[in-house]
């Protein structure tokens, strides 16, 4: 069964972690951009705010006058200064104990316009798909970037527990969408 926040007609992909779900918790949504170019994956490695030194997608949080498409849009140029035919790839639920729940949509493209720039959040750099750094990456992100890789619809949710600066992921449970 998908927990709380997920639909219910979801394939399970993976699931781990232990201890109860998170309550329920108001919504924010966000958004986060990968770009795919033949066998490489562009990340952007974040220089300042939540999850300083991790490589991401690039997005941030969608303003109340906008789409959620309009949101990744813009976020992809302000933090990379390019554009891209976004296609829906995905949604991850980011939950934190006394805090709103992160809706984020998340956006591929295997393509791109414009000169990729590094901007004062993020420094764009590119991988091998094969050489993805997990290690250096929110810790849920391996194990649904399988499906953003395969082209495969997911929905996920993550609780992580907040120690300080630092957050600990406590239970994950990722589903393949198959309705689209
Ligand atoms: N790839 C990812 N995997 C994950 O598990 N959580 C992620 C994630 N990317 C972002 N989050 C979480 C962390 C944070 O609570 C929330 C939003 O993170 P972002 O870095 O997108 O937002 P920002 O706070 O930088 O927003 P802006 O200031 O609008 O750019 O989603």
Known sequence: MPPPGLSDDLQKFNAGGSGDWFPVAEIRYYTNVFIMYEDKILLGYKKRGL?????????????????????????????????????????????????????????????????ITESDEMRPEWFEKTNIPFDNMWDSDRHWFPLLLSNQRFSARADFDREGEKYIQKKWWIGIDSKT
Do not use: C, M
């Open 51 to 115: 999850g300083i030194h991790k490589y991401n997608g690039f997005g941030g949080k969608v303003e109340p006058d906008e789409s959620t498409l309009d949101a990744a849009l813009r976020e992809l140029k302000e933090e990379a200064g390019i554009t891209a035919p976004l296609i829906h790839a995905g949604t991850l639920l980011f939950v934190v104990p006394g805090q709103k729940w992160a809706h984020i949509d998340i956006f591929r493209a295997d393509e791109y316009t414009g000169t």
